[in-house]
């Protein structure tokens, strides 16, 4: 069965470069979260959709992160003009149920993104 | 805000020996608890829940109490194997629906 999947699998940006990467979530499931892990820390949220719907995206850490779902399926997260800072793991999760029900998350492999 | 603090690692053990890896927790309402682990290599995986105070979560011999009373969720093992290797991550999940995470222990278990 397929789980969470996520490209590129490594990336490696020049600072001011774009990056777009890819999440395809488990078939059919509601809920897609983002987060952020830097080398040796926990995971940070970043954004929630429920379906298309971006519902929170507080944890975006500035104006040039962007992330969309437009069907309600495969998520992008954009991130424009790299800075050292964001190099990190991105992880992206996804769950059958909406927010508060409690569901498990299913985690990708995550994308590791190196700005040099 | 709500927040995770668990111990810090790394934590090395020998096969068959007890693990405890604490963690506690601050929040508002009441958060369901959890217990993720990543294996080298992998992804996150849930290892275990709890949903309310006094629940105990369990899975292949893992097992940690919701103490409300304490604002805890312990992580324990009664015997360790080599396989059991991984980053272990306590974390919150709080009626916004997103986890919050602790910042993760590294478990070596040595035959």
């Known amino acids: 069965g397929a789980g969470v999947s996520q490209s590129p699998r490594y990336k490696v940006a020049k600072r001011g470069q774009d990056v777009a990467l890819r999440c395809d979530p488990i078939s059919g499931h509601v809920s897609l979260f983002w987060y952020q892990q830097a080398l040796g820390q926990g995971p940070e949220f970043l954004t929630y959709f429920q379906n298309e719907a971006q519902l929170d995206k507080s944890g975006l850490p500035s104006d040039r992160f962007f992330a969309e779902r437009p069907e309600g399926s495969v998520s992008t997260l954009k991130i424009q003009r790299t800075q050292q800072e964001d190099s990190a793991v991105y992880l992206c999760?996804?769950?059958?149920?909406?927010?508060?029900?409690?569901?498990?998350?299913?985690f990708g492999n995550g994308t590791r993104l190196t700005v040099t | 805000g709500d927040s995770v603090t668990q111990m810090e690692g790394p934590v090395t053990l020998s096969e068959e020996a007890f693990l405890t890896i604490n963690c506690t927790y601050t929040?508002?309402?009441?958060?369901?608890l959890f217990w993720y682990v990543q294996y080298p290599g992998e992804g996150l995986q849930l290892l275990l829940k709890?949903?309310?105070?006094?629940d105990k979560g369990s899975n292949k011999g893992f097992e940690a109490t919701y103490r409300k009373e304490t604002t805890s969720f312990h992580l324990e093992k009664g015997s360790v194997q080599v396989s059991d290797s991984a980053v272990y991550f306590c974390?919150?999940?709080?009626?916004?629906?997103?986890?919050?995470f602790g910042q993760g222990t590294e478990l070596s278990v040595k035959p």
């Open positions: 974390a919150l999940g709080n009626q916004g629906g997103k986890l919050i």
């Open positions: 709890a949903t309310k105070a006094d």
């Open positions: 929040a508002t309402g009441y958060p369901s």
């Open positions: 999760a996804s769950s059958s149920g909406g927010t508060g029900s409690g569901s498990p998350l299913h």
